[in-house]
């Protein structure tokens, strides 16, 4: 998407990059988390580098 968090998870978990994107989608339609998920991961991913 926009931060490249779900590229850095993919790395992290070794999980598909497409997979991880339609998580974050359907979350976001579905439960409405998926956006807040996707901030937290990005401030994680800024500090652990």
Known sequence: MILGV?????GKL???VK???IAFIL???IFGAGIGLYLMLWIVKMFSK
Do not use: H
């Open 19 to 21: 997979g991880i994107r």
């Open 6 to 10: 779900s590229e850095w998870l993919s």
């Open 27 to 29: 979350s976001v339609l």
């Open 14 to 16: 070794g999980w598909n």
